[in-house]
């Protein structure tokens, strides 16, 4: 199994970057997609999760409304949308399907 992160940077407080998920050696779509991330001395925090078939989607209090987490199953890939980027969002961001993690893509919110 392989997962790779991508589209991380660096963005300015209110700006948007899209994540991506790229995955391979499993089933895709029979899996739940989940979002995590890890700020610099703090634990990972479960941030969005989406169902195998994306109907269900479940977010972290404080991203409620600014994220939002799809998955395309005929490209093998999950997105996470992340718009009106606040500093507290500054983050390693992981995904984590089917038991396993990507290697993170880090997402600098700096003035």
């Known amino acids: 199994v392989q997962l790779v992160e991508s589209g991380g940077g660096l963005v300015q407080p209110g700006g948007s970057l899209r994540l991506s998920c790229a995955a391979s050696?499993?089933?895709?779509?029979?899996?739940?997609i989940n979002w995590y991330r890890q700020a610099p001395g703090k634990g990972r925090e479960l941030v969005a999760s989406?169902?195998?078939?994306?109907?269900?989607?479940n977010y972290v209090d404080s991203v409620k409304g600014r994220f939002t987490i799809s998955r395309d199953n005929a490209k093998n890939t999950g997105y996470l949308q992340m718009n009106s980027l606040k500093t507290e969002d500054t983050a390693v961001y992981f995904c984590?399907?089917?038991?396993?993690w990507g290697q993170g893509t880090q997402v600098t919110v700096s003035s």
């Open positions: 989406i169902s195998n078939g994306g109907g269900i989607t």
């Open positions: 984590y399907v089917g038991g396993s």
């Open positions: 050696g499993l089933t895709f779509s029979s899996y739940y």
